[in-house]
């Protein structure tokens, strides 16, 4: 897979690179960022780590690279980022830009089965099997076998469904906000019928309250924030968290999940950047590294 | 004058308060948002010093609250923010929308004279005159009177030509890519004849460049950075911070221009969010504030 670069900005002393490529997955062109820290110019000869960060509906691989402030903190561990993007655009797929909830910047990083999504949707591939072995190609400094994976709302989802599906892939996984029990809220329930059909036990593929049960892989904790002024926990039921915890009870990962539950954030950047910090350290700490502040 | 507040979202433990309230010079409704750190709650009994920050060019009052990344280093030193907008809205003067170089979103920080635009576009009197005092009496536990400014681009003008016309009023002044001689570039240029027609005795006023000569006020360093990878100020000569530069030396203020020039960075918040750490140090030592990490 060959990558385009778009352009290069400077960062933090470290570079936003703006990529696009052809995807053999959606069939479409897609973009990613990613984020290489000072210590990739710095230090050529040093393999560094990578975190994915799954952005949430309606985002661009933009929204977490200008709002989401992870670059110091790239920069104190020295972990570069990659920012994929959350669906096709302009797959062509007919009513894929009527709303938010599904279509163009909602692909729920499943593998579309209902045939009229089924050829472009295919976000969970993508990620896994194409980008990610993809770039690991491509940026022979990125030690790719040294990752991890994080994400808000939607792209929390995602983080912790390809953590759960993939043991041991990932060294460690942290969510904002994670639409945990996506069967049981609007939005996920909206996106895996549109995607997946009404068969629930498809829909339980992905889901990450379904996964974790049989989850039998390394016990690292797991992160999580979610703002308890957030309507969509408070009032839509959309993330469901609690759902989540109470199955990992029964399963593994009994008492991993570090579960933060935030007085007065809400949904937004503004309560995602608030933890970054946190998130930056906890998966430092499974990455290997050490700050260098 | 009185305040409504349109939404309060927490971050990094204090708030962002986005307020709107009628404006006497512009006539029309105004955008601004404040961050009040957390000290605003947790230390009701302390005053705390505020730094205003005037964005560019088709920058909102959200731009910079959401990408400058201030909000860690006001909890750090204990100050509170000022994110005005950049122009009225919605005045209906004729051709306001028609560009991003003047009207909407451009209003340049001046009072305009020219008779079209003289009714609403009053961007001096507004910032200095009305929402300063406005905010000072709406939030008795910020110290108006120790207060610093800075900004980027336009807002870099901006905050130098209010720091060099009101001498002692600011405690400190610093910019990011600040159209240092505006009556030089084509933006300033485009900007000074729409609002002030072509006296340049009038734009003069306004120039950082003319008014850095007559000024005689305190001789407290100030923080510029530009980005030399930035093409307004490499290609376009927007900017030319070295005019700003050479006139200091025949000023006060000879030797007091701390001007960065850094290799690589263009023109965006990724530019200003990288050296915000800094510019936030410089105010906070000139607003008597200490790190309190």
């Known amino acids: ?11 933090f002393g470290g570079k936003i690179v703006k990529l696009q490529h052809d995807s053999k997955e959606t069939k479409t062109k ?44 790239c920069n104190e561990y020295g972990f570069a980022m990659v920012f994929p993007d959350t669906s096709p655009r302009g797959a062509g797929v007919e009513g894929e830009d009527e709303t938010y909830k599904f279509g163009t910047g909602a692909g729920f990083y499943v593998d579309a089965t209902e045939e ?23 940026y022979s400094q990125l030690d790719f076998d040294n990752i991890s994976i994080t994400g808000h709302s939607m792209g929390g989802y995602g983080a912790l469904m390809f953590y759960f599906r993939h043991p041991g892939r990932f060294k460690s996984v942290s969510a904002f906000a994670p639409i945990s029990n996506p069967s049981n809220g609007e939005w996920g329930r909206t996106g895996f019928s549109v995607y997946l059909g009404n068969d629930k036990s498809k829909w339980a593929e992905y889901d990450p309250t379904e996964l974790i049960k049989k989850y039998d892989g390394p016990t690292t904790p797991i992160l999580i924030h979610t703002g308890k002024a957030d309507p969509h926990y408070y009032e839509e039921h959309q993330l469901l968290p609690e759902n989540l915890l109470k199955a990992s009870e029964e399963s593994k990962l009994k008492g991993k999940i570090i579960s933060h539950m935030e007085d007065g954030y809400n949904h937004s950047f503004y309560f ?22």
């Open 1 to 11: 897979m060959s990558f385009t670069t778009q352009e290069e900005i400077k960062s």
């Open 30 to 73: 897609m973009d990613v960022n990613l984020y290489l820290p000072k210590q990739y110019y710095e230090k050529p000869d040093t393999k560094l780590p990578v975190l994915v960060f799954l952005s949430g509906l309606s985002c661009t691989p933009n929204n977490c690279s200008e709002k989401g402030f992870w670059q110091p903190y």
């Open 116 to 138: 009229k999504w089924s050829k472009n949707y295919r976000m969970y591939s993508y990620i896994s099997k194409e980008l990610l072995p993809g770039l690991a190609s491509a």
């Open 272 to 293: 995602v950047s608030s933890f970054t910090k946190d998130h930056a350290a906890h998966h430092a700490k499974y990455l290997g590294l050490t700050s260098k502040l």
